[in-house]
């Protein structure tokens, strides 16, 4: 049998996770610090870390708690070393080596991001190799080819605002709560995408733009070319959704991949899933939703390919917040 427990804890959730074999997931705790910082708007660095520190051993242990699994029998522990903020990685950091010598077990170090992707080995299907996936979330927008376990090329990303970024603030913009993805998407149920707002789509690339959309909806709120919210929401996710789906889309016909992979927060993005496998001419793999915002469950399921291969760390582990898949 192999267990192995998780830790994340790179942005505002602290979480951790027991996975049996790689597959079964035997429990997933996530504790948010959304309400914190939606006071401000967004996350502040300094208040996440110290809630990390708050909520770090609870969390563990009421994820061993419900995979009912002793301590002694995991095989190894796993955590995010980066990117993400370096006060937050040092609290999941510094408990992950904490109890790999305390307890003499392997220690695997994941890459955020390459967390995010193995949200997709959860389901119950494998994906099938090559497949393209497209990590949406408030910190990546990163279009990647997978050939196999551990092997990617980064056919191209952002080159401003992460997808997710933009929805958040397009919802400051609209008058909409943090965090904007889901605000935005609620608004959209109620409204029309009627107003036409700019799509960069950057050709013969796949790069992406949101800087252009973002100055597009505030003049257009300013100019009160938008006046009610729920119409800014739809044409602002359909903007979106359009350049992430059409220029993913051609990814996957030019490398012939057998499977598209969604992941990160944006993901959980309904409209963008529903697009996604109305128009895919192969399956597409949506996670569910929360396995695709932040958790410890991703991060076990990549440990585990690491686990398989080897691939250990060992105590000199450090963060790196600006850590890169490729
Ligand atoms: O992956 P994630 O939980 O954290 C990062 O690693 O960044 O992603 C958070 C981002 C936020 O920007 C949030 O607004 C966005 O994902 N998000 C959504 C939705 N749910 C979360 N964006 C669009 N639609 C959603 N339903
Ligand atoms: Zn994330």
Known sequence: MNYILAIESSCD??????LKNGK????NVVATQ???HKTYGGVVPEAASRAHLLSIKPVIEQAMQQAAVDYQNLSALAVTYGPGLAG???????AAKG???GLDKSLISVNHIEGHIYANWLLETEPQFPAICLIVSGGHTDLVLIKDHGFYKRLGGTLDDAAGEAFDKAARVLGLPYPGGPSIEQAAQNGKASFKLPRAWLKD?????FSGLKSAITRAVQEGAITNAQDGAASFQEAVCDVLIKKTLGAAQKYQVKNILLAGGVAAN????????EQSPVPVFCPPIKLCTDNAAFIAAAAYQKYLKGQ???NSLDVCPNLKLV
């Open 13 to 18: 959730e602290t979480a951790a996770a027991v």
């Open 24 to 27: 079964e997931l035997l429990s």
């Open 34 to 36: 959304i309400d914190m």
């Open 88 to 94: 937050s990685l040092l609290v999941g950091v510094n």
């Open 99 to 101: 109890l790999s010598a």
């Open 205 to 209: 690339t796949y790069n992406f733009s």
């Open 270 to 277: 309904k409209y963008l899933r529903e697009g996604f496998t």
């Open 312 to 314: 250990f760390a060992d």
